[in-house]
């Protein structure tokens, strides 16, 4: 036994490919999910003659349950592995799915829609699980790959208009009543929630079979006074979470706003607006995750994150002014790109600050990205509401990505964590 446990202490990480890839899929596959309300709201626009504040606060609920639920599931990533937790996830996933269809009033879309929010909080289980398996030099690389599983809000924001339009009745075929059964199907569009939950079950399945916990997890029974002074550490953690606001939220923001707003304000087709520009930006914040983690294992991320948000800040004042669509949509497509690569960088930062709580500090700073989502989408539709414009909601954009890049500009809070840091280990 003693020989055992010695063994075990000796362990280090080496990676491992299955959890990352079994990880990988269970979160594009959550992401999908995260997606429909988003995708479904300039459809519901016609069906229900719901406005566009309506259909805005809907595609808000996703990330505002993602940014509640959060921190809890990081806790509970580092307090019993991500295995477990991930596997509950996807099974509680699958039940809400189909409940969904058996939806008929505003009230309930907004109960379910929150509920689905559960798909983009799996981000931070994933994250806990993945980078435990990895040492610290190929964290970038290995959750960055990770972090690629964000282009399954493609999924959702294709395949939801794809089905409605090609198989599920067409566009105007629409059901304002609870689901109904036809042959022993659900009919009509509400459909799609059950052509999802099939493989969430099924994904839950592989993820308990075919994914494991390493021998020895850096955690692991945090008590709620640990967990809480992790928090009260110094403003570090407050920082981090602040930057991936400011990166990933441009993801869940672009994704809940963009096919209602495109076809509001610029009166883009539905299905256009969620199927080709909704999803191309999704691809480049994506397709960036990966770029950026192998970049920030390389160079020095504080020097990446403050090119990347100096951009970010030009872009959303360009933003503001709502030139044209043309310079509209270019500018959000360049956006998109550099969040991407500042998100990946900002999740490269937690491990390096906090190696024995990535689950905890993963779960606040998803939860303030999650967050952005909720209230960038709450205030253009507020501002939507009350000015007829989104004038406001993107001058608070400009706010948040000049505040981002005065962070990393002025660095003190991560030279005085590393000092700790450094302090600590030596003595």
């Given at each position: 036994m003693n020989e055992l446990k010695k063994?075990?202490?000796?362990?280090?990480p080496s990676g491992n490919p299955r959890v990352l890839w079994v990880s990988f899929t269970a979160?594009?596959?959550?992401?999908?999910?995260w997606a429909?309300?988003?995708a479904l709201g300039p459809f519901l626009i016609k069906w229900y003659d719901y406005t566009a504040t309506q259909t805005l606060l809907l595609s808000a609920m996703p990330p505002f349950f993602a940014a509640c639920i959060s921190i809890p599931l990081g806790v509970w990533a580092d307090r019993y592995g991500g295995r477990k937790v991930f596997t509950i996830t996807l099974i509680i996933l699958f039940i809400t799915l189909m409940m969904v269809p058996f939806a008929d009033s505003y009230l309930l879309f907004l109960v379910c829609g929150m509920l689905l929010g559960l798909g983009g909080a799996s981000f931070i289980i994933?994250?806990?699980?993945?980078?435990?398996?990895y040492p610290q030099s190929q964290q970038g690389t290995a959750l960055g790959i990770f972090a690629l599983g964000n282009i399954g809000i493609i999924l959702g924001m294709m395949m939801v208009p794809f089905l409605i339009i090609n198989l599920l009745g067409g566009p105007l075929d629409?059901?304002?009543?609870?689901?109904?059964?036809?042959?022993?199907?659900?009919?009509?569009?509400?459909?799609i929630f059950i052509i999802f939950a099939v493989p969430t079950l099924i994904m839950a399945i592989v993820y308990w079979t075919m994914t494991s916990e390493p021998p020895v997890r850096i955690k692991k029974k945090l008590t709620n006074r640990e967990i809480i002074n992790i928090f009260k550490s110094g403003p570090l953690v407050w920082v981090i979470a602040f930057l991936y606001w400011a990166s990933f939220g441009t993801l869940t923001f672009?994704?809940?706003?963009?096919?209602?707003?495109?076809?509001?304000?610029?009166?883009?087709?539905?299905?256009q607006a969620s199927m080709v520009y909704a999803a191309s930006f999704v691809a480049c914040v994506s397709i960036m995750r990966p770029i950026g983690g192998w970049f920030s294992d390389r160079l020095n991320p504080i020097t990446m994150l403050t090119y990347l948000f100096f951009g970010t800040s030009i872009i959303a004042v360009v933003l503001f002014f709502e030139i044209s669509f043309k310079i509209q949509i270019t500018s959000m497509m360049c956006a998109a790109l550099l969040a991407g690569a500042a998100a990946a960088t900002v999740v490269k930062l937690i491990p390096t600050y906090y190696p024995k709580s990535v689950g905890t500090v993963s779960g606040l700073?998803?939860?303030?990205?999650?967050?952005c989502g909720f209230t960038s989408t709450s205030?253009?539709?507020m501002s939507n509401y009350f000015t007829g414009s989104y004038k406001s909601g993107f001058f608070m954009w400009i706010v948040v990505s000049v505040t981002a890049f005065g962070f990393v500009l002025f660095p003190r809070v991560f030279e005085q964590r590393k000092k700790e840091t450094t302090n600590l280990e030596k003595g």
């Open positions: 063994a075990d202490s000796s362990w280090e979160f594009s596959l959550g992401f999908g999910i429909m309300f988003s994933g994250t806990a699980h993945v980078s435990i398996w629409y059901v304002d009543m609870p689901a109904k059964f036809v042959f022993g199907s659900l009919a009509g569009w509400r459909f672009f994704s809940a706003f963009s096919p209602t707003y495109l076809a509001t304000r610029w009166n883009v087709d539905p299905a700073a998803k939860a303030a990205g999650a967050a205030v253009m539709a």
